[in-house]
């Protein structure tokens, strides 16, 4: 199976004057819920459906409250979650304070299985 992609044009805003070029963009075929995740892995196992859900569910708390004390949360060859933030600067350490801060999010970096994943992918024009 490929990653289906369309294209788009679009200029370089620090750039306007230059020529626009062409960009490939990743176009989704569908997403799947966390509870039809959990069928698909209970089909792989020999752990059931209520179960796998559970524990997914379980998992998707843990994660929430690990990061929001400020873990990296690591899950082996899967990947690492951690939080981002983003603020405005200041003139000095001093100056500095928390209503700087005006975004934050969630990082994902992708273990040894998903990076595999990425240099085999497939991709088709939509």
């Known amino acids: ?3 289906k992609y369309t294209v788009s044009e679009r200029g370089n805003p620090l750039q306007p004057q230059q020529p626009k070029k062409w960009y ?6 569908g997403d799947i819920t966390l509870k039809a995740l959990g069928k698909e892995i209970a089909q792989r196992s020999t752990v059931s459906p209520a179960d796998t859900q559970a524990v997914l569910v379980a998992l998707t ?15 082996g060859d899967f990947g690492a979650f951690q939080v981002s933030i983003s603020s405005e600067g200041a003139e000095s ?11 934050s999010k969630v990082v994902f970096r992708p273990g040894t299985d998903l990076k ?11």
């Open 61 to 75: 708390e843990a994660l929430a409250e690990r990061l929001a004390e400020g873990k990296i949360v690591r899950l």
């Open 24 to 29: 490939a963009n990743a176009k989704s075929t």
């Open 116 to 126: 595999e994943m990425l240099n085999n992918l497939k991709y088709e024009k939509a």
């Open 93 to 103: 350490e001093a100056k500095f304070n928390a209503s700087l801060i005006k975004s």
């Open 1 to 3: 199976m490929a990653i």
